[in-house]
């Protein structure tokens, strides 16, 4: 057997650098690249590796300087998810609180079943000089350290103690970034010492390697209970989530729809599924749905779940899909997602796979025309809404909404918008107008604050071919904004629209929905309602990247728009500076969310909030679907 002398961190990255993704006849390296950020725990390791490789065989593993670690896993995780989760980054780490700050990236990465392979460095296998700097000490367990915290993030974990467990490592860890069903963060904890100690490597553990994603098809048993009940339904219903995008079914949900008459409501992943404009597309379901697919929802006898996993704002916290007869048919690579609701009809499926063998077991097959010209005429009237809401209405600080319009007409069909936390994803949820199954790209698993500018480089980086537009206000902003930096060392256009409030507006109209006043949302003086005098756009600018200020006036929105049409023309990454009224809301759609209210208060306004809390949770149903009859 022939082999090689490698440290282990030589022959991780070489290795690393010979996996390839093969969906259908489609073939891409499954690791991109590498992002790191080193310190003493990893620059002799993993750092001497990529080192290394760059002089030997340059640009066989692309090395990617971060700014802040918990951005890179973001940059990687937006980077798989425009890939279709296909491909993907390695992140490596120094020892304790660079390991630590990969976590909530991990947490987000699981939680969006999208790939990440995490490199955490870790203290002294040998412990011979034990304690190191920034190691935590256990008195009760020597074996603990800070990476062990990893383990409930991690869909795979393992930590290399030796040498030789690096061969099993590695293979384990390509397993589960590329399987559908399991994927998430995967981390690989790398001691020290061991990154640098040296190992007889085998030369077909360095060979390009294949890993071919699975696209199971459905039993044929099920599909022929599933054309019974599509047979059998009066108002049936699709609920589109993000297997849609990842298993690349847009098109065969489109041709499944136009030929059936099956409606379509949208998760927030789900949204790309079908354009706004379709006639089978009702928009957003839940509880920041529009009020086309939320009636489709509440009326509906017949739940045909593709991809979803039904998180809360799908299902309205359990209050949208009101029909006491309603069943659910639930289409899912994963049978985790397939059984939920009590599914009468769990399918373990590909999405397209399934689609496919659907749209030709249910040939002749159209839903009743009164509901179809029903749902039709509803959808022309939540589109008249939107339009309305999207006009200008010449204030010197726009709404949200407005701002929305104004991106959203200035933008071009392939352009993807990015987007995480505050209010902005619930606007865009009901109201985007998305024209490519790519073209919507808000991390609403996790929801995390700071993703927005990391998670819009990554699209930027995985696709330069669409403008990535990042849509966030300043709360988010001001958690971690510090990778315009590496846009701006690395030559990435990208667009960031900021939009600054002076405070969490989000929160700060959750807080007056319960009865809290918007109790510590504000940005104030402490003691004061005076504004902090802080200038986001200067702040920008210190970093690096060409910054448009839109001022506040009543043709803030013209302004806008221009300054989109400005950034869009330019070859550099441009942040857009503007300034909105947090109190003009956004059209309702009829959608709830459970934030439990207070029982007992001395606040009038608390006491209002939990009686209308008491009405609407009157409506959940724990237990939504009913027993199947098989």
């Given amino acids: 057997m022939t082999t ?3 440290t282990v961190s030589q022959a991780l990255v070489e290795f690393l650098a010979h996996q390839f993704t093969v969906d259908g006849a489609h073939r891409e390296r499954t690791i991109a690249g590498t992002f790191g950020i080193f310190g003493h725990g990893n620059v002799a390791g993993v750092g001497q590796a990529l080192k290394q490789l760059s002089v030997d065989e340059p640009g066989l593993m692309p090395y990617h300087q971060a700014r802040n670690e918990q951005a890179m896993v973001h940059e990687s995780v937006a980077y798989s998810r425009m890939t279709r989760r296909r491909s993907t980054f390695a992140c490596t780490a120094s020892v304790g609180p660079g390991a630590t700050n990969m976590l909530t990236g991990a947490a987000l990465a699981t939680i969006n079943r999208l790939p990440v392979l995490l490199l955490p460095s870790d203290t002294f296998a040998t412990r011979v000089a034990d304690p190191v700097l920034q190691q935590l000490e256990l008195p009760h367990d020597a074996s603990v350290s800070v990476n062990d915290a990893f383990k409930p993030l991690s869909r795979f974990f393992d930590r290399v103690q030796r040498p030789e467990q690096l061969f099993s490592a590695a293979l384990g860890a390509m397993r589960v970034l590329t399987d559908p069903v399991e994927t998430g963060a995967v981390t690989i904890a790398l001691p020290e010492d061991v990154q640098a100690e040296v190992v007889d490597v085998p030369a077909e553990f360095l060979a390009d390697r294949e890993w071919r994603l699975r696209r199971p098809r459905p039993d044929a048993g099920v599909i ?15 609920v589109a989530g993000g297997g849609v995008i990842y298993s690349d079914a847009a098109a065969a949900l489109a041709a499944f729809v136009e030929a059936t008459g099956l409606p379509v409501g949208v998760s927030q992943a789900g949204v790309g599924a079908l354009a706004w404009d379709h006639p089978r597309f009702l928009g957003a379901v839940g509880a920041t749905g529009t009020t086309t697919a939320n009636r489709a929802a509440a009326e509906a006898d017949l739940i045909i779940g593709v991809g979803t996993r039904y998180s809360d704002f799908t299902t309205a916290s359990r209050t949208a899909f009101q029909n006491p007869h309603v069943r659910f048919i639930n289409i899912n690579v994963a049978s985790f997602d397939a059984v939920k609701h009590g599914s009468a009809i769990p399918v373990v499926a590909d999405a397209r796979e399934a689609i496919v063998e659907l749209t030709t077991a249910l040939a002749g097959y159209r839903v009743d025309a009164d509901f179809e010209s029903d749902y039709s005429r509803a959808k022309r009237q939540w589109n008249a809404v939107v339009d309305e809401a999207f006009t200008p209405r010449g204030r010197d600080l726009p709404s949200q909404t407005e701002i929305i319009g104004a991106v959203q007409k200035a933008s071009d069909a392939r352009d993807v918008l990015i987007c995480a936390a505050g209010s902005l994803p619930g606007d865009l ?29 990554g699209a930027a980086r995985a696709d330069a071919t669409r403008d990535a537009i990042v849509m966030v206000g300043d709360g988010s902003y001001l958690m971690m904004h510090t990778e315009i930096v590496s846009a701006v060392a690395e030559g990435i256009k990208f667009i960031v629209v900021l939009i600054q409030n002076h405070g969490y507006a989000s929160i700060g109209h959750l807080s007056e929905d319960v009865g809290s006043q918007r109790f510590g949302t504000r940005y104030r003086f402490a003691g004061s309602d005076e504004r902090l005098p802080v200038d986001l756009a200067t702040n ?10 839109v001022e506040p006036g009543p043709d803030a929105i ?16 441009t942040l857009i500076h503007i300034n909105s009224d947090p109190l003009l809301y956004s059209p309702d759609g009829g959608g709830w969310w459970d934030v439990p209210v207070a029982q007992v208060s001395t606040l009038d306004s608390t006491q209002q909030a939990r009686a209308h809390y008491d009405v609407n949770r009157a409506s959940q149903r724990p237990y939504v679907g009913p027993a199947p009859t098989g």
């Fill in 4 to 6: 090689r002398r490698m």
């Fill in 224 to 238: 022929a209970e599933v054309v019974r009940a599509i047979r059998s339904s009066s108002r049936p219903l699709i």
């Fill in 540 to 549: 920008a600018e210190s970093l690096g990247i060409r910054v448009i200020r």
């Fill in 429 to 457: 949820h009901k109201l985007w107008r998305v024209r490519d199954d790519l073209g919507y790209h808000v991390e609403y698993g996790y929801s995390c604050m700071g993703y927005e500018i990391a998670g819009g480089i």
């Fill in 558 to 573: 013209a302004d806008l728009a221009a300054a989109v049409a400005s950034a869009k023309a330019s070859a550099t990454a």
